[in-house]
């Protein structure tokens, strides 16, 4: 067989960068592709092969790729300058927009991706609170900082970093906790003085879709007031995804702190911490928090979010794309069920995930309990019929104003298609 240019690029990839990929999710089998370009829900690889994506950068396009007006955003300020060491007006508009849309965001500091902002809210919380002690729940993520790389020790045993290079005294005072049990965490807070706070997804997003059950969230919420730990919901994925006030706007529950990233840059790099006024007032130079950043606040991103933001504002989008999404996952539901193919898909707004081999999934223990060797064989059969979904087993796919009609039913038919191969093997 000839060899595509997808195959050749990355065999270069492969010598020069680790994985010959810039993030590990990015690794998939059977075989590599490298994209070339991307317009709505639909993304083309240099062999000029085109996907309906169902992956869209994991959550950051909305509006789906390359959307004329907010290229049109970015055009105009790169005209202007990218970066000023300076404040700027984009990112004046952004931040007015992010604090006058999320009810948790009296004052927001804007920065560069989703690690950034965990990484310092978690700070953040920690200096307000002057304690050592952060919760986060087993099979969130939070980015790629040593405070929140921490894997469960087995029985009684210390949680232990989850990479290689975390020195273990930067995760003894990382505690775990599973979603869905706010007894779990109260337990930990009656026992523990010394906790700062939690950090977590208001929806699970990282081990697939998780979605709280009723009073979960208040839960949360009332016990972190009682013991004067910060609530810190990180919002990378939910943000401006669940609705124009976010996760915590649809569930009704206000955290004291939040993060996002992904949405908020419209496709360009941005992460933002935000919270109460009294907690941000700890960040420098205002407090003594250290937090800083050459391309924090970064005008281009800024234009970017802002666009991305204010055009999912006008009226009827969050709820139209909403609709969509829920009529493929009805549809993909019940070609699952007509198949008596073991699964389960959880769903909210425009996230979904296929699970294998469970009947539900309530938390990142469960999530641990899916087939992933039958999602493997369902990506590989997608890929293959021209979907591209997030390779792993755990990730979310994610839905756009930009997926029509005709890709949905694409979606849905294909999967109805390999749950068939799936009972013939
Ligand atoms: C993606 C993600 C992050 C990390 O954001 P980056 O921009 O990749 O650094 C943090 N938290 C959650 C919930 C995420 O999904």
């Known amino acids: 067989m000839r060899t595509s240019n997808s195959e050749t690029e990355y065999a270069l990839l492969k010598r020069i960068t680790p994985g010959g990929v810039s993030s590990p999710v990015r690794a998939f089998k059977p075989y590599p592709i490298v994209m070339e370009?991307?317009?709505?829900?639909?993304?083309?690889?240099?062999?000029?092969?085109?996907?309906?994506?169902?992956?869209?950068?994991?959550?950051?396009?909305?509006?789906?790729?390359?959307?004329?007006?907010v290229a049109k955003a970015v055009r105009d300020q790169t005209k202007k300058g990218s970066v000023f060491g300076c404040p700027s007006h984009p990112e004046t508009q952004l931040l007015e927009r992010i604090t006058s849309a999320v009810p948790s965001a009296a004052m927001c500091r804007l920065?560069?991706?989703?690690?950034?902002?965990?990484?310092?809210?978690?700070?953040?919380?920690?200096?307000?609170?002057?304690?050592?002690?952060?919760?986060?729940?087993?099979?969130?993520?939070?980015?790629?900082?040593?405070?929140?790389?921490?894997?469960?020790?087995?029985?009684?045993?210390?949680?232990?970093?989850?990479?290689?290079?975390?020195?273990?005294?930067?995760?003894k005072n990382t505690y775990l906790v599973e979603y869905n049990d706010a007894g779990q965490f109260e337990?930990?807070?009656?026992?523990?003085?010394?906790?700062?706070?939690?950090?977590?997804e208001p929806v699970m997003g990282n081990v697939g879709v998780v979605t709280p059950e009723k009073g979960y969230l208040q839960d949360m919420r009332r016990i972190t007031k009682e013991h004067g730990a910060v609530l810190i919901f990180?919002?990378?994925?939910?943000?401006?995804?669940?609705?124009?006030?976010?996760?915590?706007?649809?569930?009704?529950?206000?955290?004291?702190?939040?993060?996002?990233?992904?949405?908020?840059?419209?496709?360009?790099?941005?992460?933002?911490?935000?919270?109460?006024?009294?907690?941000?007032?700890?960040?420098?130079?205002?407090?003594?928090?250290?937090?800083?950043?050459?391309?924090?606040?970064?005008?281009?991103?800024?234009a970017a979010g802002l666009e991305t933001i204010t055009l999912m504002s006008e009226r009827g989008r969050y709820d139209s794309l909403e609709k969509t999404t829920q009529g493929l996952v009805a549809s993909m539901r019940d070609r699952l069920e007509d198949s008596g193919v073991r699964g389960c898909i959880n769903s909210v707004a425009s996230m979904f995930s296929v699970f294998f081999g469970v009947d539900e999934v309530r938390n990142g223990a469960e999530a641990q309990k899916i087939d992933r060797a039958m999602f493997g064989k369902m990506f590989e059969f997608m890929l293959?019929?021209?979907?591209?979904?997030?390779?792993?087993?755990?990730?979310?796919?994610?839905?756009?104003?930009?997926?029509?009609?005709?890709?949905?039913?694409?979606?849905?038919?294909?999967?109805?298609?390999?749950?068939?191969?799936?009972?013939?093997?």
């Open 111 to 171: 920065q560069n991706s989703g690690t950034e902002a965990t990484m310092h809210a978690i700070r953040t919380a920690r200096g307000f609170t002057g304690k050592n002690g952060i919760v986060k729940l087993n099979g969130g993520f939070h980015g790629a900082h040593n405070t929140v790389l921490v894997a469960a020790g087995s029985g009684s045993a210390e949680n232990m970093p989850s990479s290689l290079g975390v020195p273990p005294e930067d995760v």
């Open 384 to 425: 293959r019929r021209g979907i591209y979904m997030a390779p792993g087993a755990m990730e979310v796919s994610f839905l756009s104003t930009a997926h029509d009609e005709e890709a949905c039913n694409k979606i849905s038919e294909c999967f109805g298609d390999f749950l068939g191969k799936v009972k013939s093997e």
């Open 234 to 302: 990180d919002e990378v994925i939910t943000g401006f995804r669940l609705g124009p006030k976010s996760a915590q706007g649809r569930y009704g529950v206000t955290p004291d702190m939040t993060t996002m990233g992904k949405i908020i840059g419209g496709g360009y790099p941005a992460g933002a911490f935000m919270g109460r006024e009294d907690i941000m007032s700890m960040v420098a130079p205002q407090g003594p928090v250290y937090v800083a950043g050459t391309f924090s606040g970064n005008p281009i991103s800024a």
């Open 187 to 200: 337990s930990l807070l009656d026992k523990n003085e010394d906790i700062a706070g939690i950090i977590m």
């Open 37 to 69: 370009s991307g317009r709505g829900c639909r993304i083309t690889d240099i062999d000029g092969n085109t996907y309906i994506d169902l992956c869209m950068a994991y959550g950051p396009l909305i509006l789906g790729h390359s959307d004329p007006r």
